[in-house]
């Protein structure tokens, strides 16, 4: 299943700034900024580029 989910992707961009939480395992990067994606875009060779927004949830009960 993960090995096909890249399939088809040349290069993969992402911020190397990782915002860290105390308790969890791996920190979430923060997100790349529009800018560099209509710079990728319009780079020569690039047939698409596309934005892939991930990220964690946690559900928390308020009495």
């Known amino acids: 299943m993960f090995a096909d989910a890249a399939s088809g992707t040349d290069a993969v961009v ?3 700034d990782v915002v860290t ?3 969890e395992g791996e920190g979430t990067r923060q997100p790349v900024s529009t800018t560099l ?3 990728i875009e319009q ?3 690039v047939a698409a ?3 892939d927004i ?3 949830a946690r559900s928390v ?3």
């Open 21 to 23: 939480v105390s308790g």
């Open 61 to 63: 009960r308020i009495r």
């Open 43 to 45: 780079t020569p060779g």
């Open 14 to 16: 992402r911020s190397a």
């Open 37 to 39: 994606l209509k710079k």
């Open 54 to 56: 991930q990220g964690r």
């Open 49 to 51: 580029a596309a934005v």
